[in-house]
Nanobody
Framework: QVQLVESGGGLVQAGGSLRLSCAAS????????LGWYRQAPGKQRELVAS???????NYADFVKGRFTISRDSAKNTVYLEMNSLKSEDTAVYYC?????????WGKGTLVTVSS
């Protein structure tokens, strides 16, 4: 079992920045992939960025150059640094972990970008 707890969401103006955190209940190196997804009202959940336990990263095209995923193994935490935020980035952001083929989800944190 893996518990994931997100934090860091909030209201920000367009062009601003936020950093989301995802704290895991166990060593992040024991989790094959950690990622951030988002779901906007009326839309499907979509992948934003992910990082493997080997350190490889993957980004959705719509965030490349603006968002950065990183990790702190000492804190068992994964971060999503979001810059140059746009109104279309407004969504609930979820942390996801995949361990031995099983998906684990956090409860999400709301990011609202005002234009």
């Amino acid at each position: 079992q893996v518990q994931l707890v997100e934090s860091g969401g909030g209201l920000v103006q367009a062009g601003g920045s936020l950093r989301l955190s995802c704290a895991a209940s166990r060593s992040i190196f024991s989790i094959n992939v950690l990622g951030w997804y988002r779901q906007a009202p009326g839309k499907q959940r979509e992948l934003v960025a992910s990082i493997t336990n080997g350190g490889s990263t993957n980004y959705a095209d719509f965030v490349k150059g603006r968002f950065t995923i990183s990790r702190d193994s000492a804190k068992n935490t994964v971060y999503l640094e979001m810059n140059s935020l746009k109104s279309e980035d407004t969504a609930v952001y979820y942390c996801n972990g995949v361990q031995y083929g099983v998906d684990y989800w956090g409860k999400g944190t709301l990011v609202t970008v005002s234009s």
